[in-house]
């Protein structure tokens, strides 16, 4: 579905990312480690095509990034739900409509899609909230509404860039939760995260592959959560 060959990604004139090898498989949950600047976030990047490599190649969906237009790329990127790092939101619209956004810019949403919504709201426990503003919200409100908006489209990839980073460790095993459900309906999943906490507690719920970004390689932990 995504994979990168002997990817590297320069910035600024220096070398952030070298001879990185990865594919990630239809149904395959990953986690991906390493310090705060070792280019957690850049590599997530060029897994959706927000970044070119600068080194070997990224494959989205069978197709190279460089061979494609901005067209092409966007459409890839419908089918990858990201949830950023920073969860931003527009302040002066309601939790469903930030939620619902991907669906307006993709051209409109239909009453079916509505309900999708609402169910979708239910999911991540959010119903009640529907109509609370972005600055009302909680930072556990903020990243399940966030996980939400990532997951509307029904994408194939999910990649989640430190999602419990700004929450306490109950709402943690919480989104970690829904991302495992997920996963369990087919979803592939890629979490960047420095928590080594909650990758070992995500030991008894899926069987998942640990990837560390070292001295700007990635580095297979080699045996399964």
Not at 25 to 48: I, M
Not at 159 to 173: F, K, R, Y
Not at 203 to 209: F, L, T
Request: charged residues 20%.
């Amino acid at each position: 579905m995504i994979e990168l060959d002997q990817v590297g990604y320069s910035y600024g004139g220096g070398e952030l990312l070298t001879d990185l090898t990865l594919q990630l498989a239809a149904g395959s949950f990953h986690f991906l480690t390493g310090p705060s600047g070792a280019g957690k976030t850049t590599l997530l990047k060029l897994c959706y095509g927000a970044l070119i490599p600068t080194a070997g190649q990224v494959r989205l969906f069978g197709q190279d990034v460089r061979s494609m237009d901005r067209d092409a790329i966007a459409l890839a990127r419908r089918r990858v739900g990201v949830v950023h790092q920073d969860c931003q939101f527009l302040d002066h619209l309601p939790l469903a409509e930030n939620v619902a956004l991907p669906l307006s810019v993709s051209g409109g949403w239909s009453s079916g899609q509505m309900g999708n919504l609402n169910e979708l709201l239910a999911w991540v426990g959010l119903t009640g909230r529907a109509t609370a503003l972005p600055p009302e919200l909680s930072g556990g409100e903020r990243q399940r509404a966030a996980l939400a908006r990532a997951v509307i489209m029904s994408p194939e990839v999910v990649l989640a860039d430190e999602p419990t980073g700004n929450v306490d460790w109950e709402m943690s095993q919480r989104l970690l939760r829904l991302l495992v459900e997920l996963n369990r309906m087919g979803k592939t999943i890629l979490i960047a995260t420095h928590d080594l906490a909650l990758i070992r507690a995500a030991k008894a719920q899926v069987s998942a592959r640990v990837l560390r970004i070292s001295n700007r390689r990635l580095q297979m932990a080699g045996a399964d959560l």
